[in-house]
């Protein structure tokens, strides 16, 4: 018995191990093609606009996508796993209003951000709790908690605002280590590399890929499968308790409408990214790149006073495009093979 379900486990992790190394071949040429692209928009954005590329104007560009791309760390990681994450923005709301409401009870910077962490830890415990251990789909779960945590914010807030943050609270989202390095940048890179090291470099990593790729063949290769999902979801509500602290600092205010339609920006920068929407295969390497790109867009169509919708028009037409570009693509493979 113990040795026919050691054969299973070797041929099930044996699987997943060649489907992720043609999709690393993929996502190897996707990753180049980011990069291409990056440097393309780049050079644009320095012909558009002379005060582009100013060191000081640069530094602030990076606050286009550094919280969102915090975010995006770790629901690439949800989504690589096949589920995904919904409630991210509402979780960033929930967390910024109790830190508000500490703050305005008086409380010190260390007590503010604390209260964030776990509001934050809390809330994707409790995705984590409804997908891993009860059963529930996690496009259910994340819509419905995305209503119940803005909404508790709504019911604490109203119309009201939040602004008594401690003057060492700024520092998170106003500070720079040196020159115009800023505060949000370390941590951007280094819970970027924190994030490649979990997915690429661990056996943790490894079993998200094969969870993603077969959750059945997962289970039998001795994989945990609730385990590990309900840790990925205590991951992403920890990204956006990390992200809700830095846009907090940033704005020195907290309002029930605080990172409103994040959701799809993260989204996107995930697909983007080249991690596919149906788990099993992408790459921490890709979401970096596709943040920067859709913090460079963003950043130079601020410099031209192209309006904010545009930017929102923008990002759903690249999240549609990138979605149905592989399809076409292999839909054009195919019949060239019927053709031959």
Not at 73 to 81: D, H
Not at 235 to 242: F, H, R, T
Not at 321 to 327: F, G, K, M, Q
Request: charged share 10%; net charge positive; aromatic share 10%.
């Amino acid at each position: 018995m113990s040795i026919a379900f050691s054969n299973v486990r070797r041929r099930g992790a044996e699987i997943p191990n060649k489907l992720e190394m043609t999709m690393m071949g993929r996502l190897a040429r996707w990753e180049t093609l980011l990069v291409c692209v990056v440097a393309l928009v780049f050079f644009l954005n320095t012909i558009a606009s002379p005060y582009f590329l100013d060191v000081w104007n640069l530094s602030d560009a990076t606050y286009n996508f550094i919280e969102k791309a915090i975010i995006a760390f770790a629901v690439a990681l949800v989504i690589i796993s096949g589920e995904i994450d919904l409630s991210v923005a509402a979780n960033i709301a929930l967390s910024s209003t109790i830190m508000g409401a500490v703050a305005t009870a008086g409380y010190d910077t260390p007590i503010i951000v604390g209260a964030g962490l776990l509001t934050s830890l809390a809330c994707g415990a409790f995705n984590g709790f409804l997908v891993a251990k009860v059963g529930l789909h996690s496009i259910i779960v994340t819509i419905a908690t995305m209503s119940l945590f803005r909404g508790i914010s709504y019911i604490i807030l109203g119309d009201t605002v939040y602004k008594n943050y401690p003057d060492s609270f700024a520092w998170f989202g106003q500070g720079y280590l040196f020159d115009a390095f800023t505060v949000e940048m370390a941590f951007f890179i280094v819970i970027a590399v924190f994030f490649w090291m979990l997915l690429h470099k661990t056996v943790f990593g490894r079993q998200v890929y094969v969870i993603g790729n077969n959750k059945t063949c997962a289970a039998f290769s001795g994989i945990k499968v609730q385990r590990v999902k309900f840790s990925l979801f205590l991951l992403s509500g920890l990204a956006s308790g990390v992200a809700a602290v830095l846009l907090t600092s940033r704005l020195g205010s907290t309002r029930p409408s605080i990172a409103l339609g994040w959701e799809l920006e993260v989204v996107t920068m995930v697909v983007l990214g080249g991690v596919s929407i149906l788990g099993g295969s992408g790459t921490i390497l890709g979401v970096i790149l596709a943040s920067v790109l859709m913090g460079l867009v963003t950043f130079g169509l601020g410099l031209l006073n192209v309006p904010g919708i545009v930017m929102t028009i923008f990002t759903g037409c690249l999240l549609i495009a990138v979605i149905v570009l592989p399809r076409i693509t292999k839909l054009i493979m195919s019949h060239s093979k019927k053709t031959k």
